[in-house]
């Protein structure tokens, strides 16, 4: 499943370099620096495009969501995508990175960009709890391309004094130094679980071979008894 997954990503006619400043190929739509209302016509138009990266295949996303929603509502709580007026998130996005630095992807934390989503969207609730990154790896490169996470959470002043207050992209090395690192080393096939208040990034990948390819989404507590999803 992992290996055709990446095939259809590498065929498919949706796939769009970045233009947000944060260097990689994607197929989907990312609220990242995006008004609710753009965010949501970009998650309808990248539908389909999304839908063919399973094509008759079982979408390992869509499962997680289905089983976390039955669990949830057992508990009385509602899991659902995030929505409005403008339209519904979609499940997930596929991401390829492609810094050629120190990382494929600079360090920085999710919290951030959930924060300053607009009064417009439900988002900036969940911001109060944990923003939760899910991440599946259909396929992984021989070397690097690893999780990077630092033991620190920034505060709304500490992205101030780095000037990354709405986008919590990216911190700087002098930032980081001596705060205390673990590198997650991955597999194709491994799913990771990550409280994006954490600082992280992703290692430099070796060149010339497979590159790191990832389906991504978030979720979070936007109430007691709502969980939102999206990407």
Request: with cysteine; aromatic share 8%; net charge neutral.
């Amino acid at each position: 499943m992992a290996e055709q997954i990446s095939a259809n990503f590498n065929r498919n006619p949706g796939l769009n370099e970045r233009k947000d400043g944060v260097p990689g190929h994607y197929i989907g739509a990312s609220h990242y620096r995006n008004a609710p209302g753009t965010y949501f016509s970009d998650a309808k138009n990248a539908r389909p495009f999304v839908d063919a990266l399973f094509g008759d295949l079982v979408d390992p996303v869509r499962g997680l969501f289905d089983a976390l929603k039955r669990e949830l509502h057992n508990q009385g709580i509602e899991l659902r995508l995030l929505h409005s007026e403008h339209g519904q998130a979609n499940v997930c996005r596929a991401i390829c990175w492609s810094g050629a630095g120190v990382y494929a992807l600079d360090p920085h934390d999710d919290v951030a960009q959930v924060l300053c989503a607009g009064t417009e969207s439900e988002l900036p609730r969940v911001a109060n709890n944990t923003v939760v990154a899910l991440n599946l790896y259909p396929r992984m490169p021989e070397q690097g391309g690893n999780l990077r996470i630092w033991s620190h959470k920034p505060t709304v002043a500490d992205r101030k004094s780095q000037q990354v207050e709405t986008t919590g992209y990216p911190y700087s090395a002098a930032y980081l130094e001596g705060v205390p690192c673990h590198d997650v080393q991955l597999k194709a096939g491994d799913v990771a679980l990550i409280d994006g208040g954490f600082i992280h990034g992703v290692t430099r990948e070796s060149r010339g071979g497979k590159r790191r390819l990832l389906l991504n989404s978030f979720l979070g507590f936007a109430r007691p008894d709502l969980v939102l999803w999206w990407t």
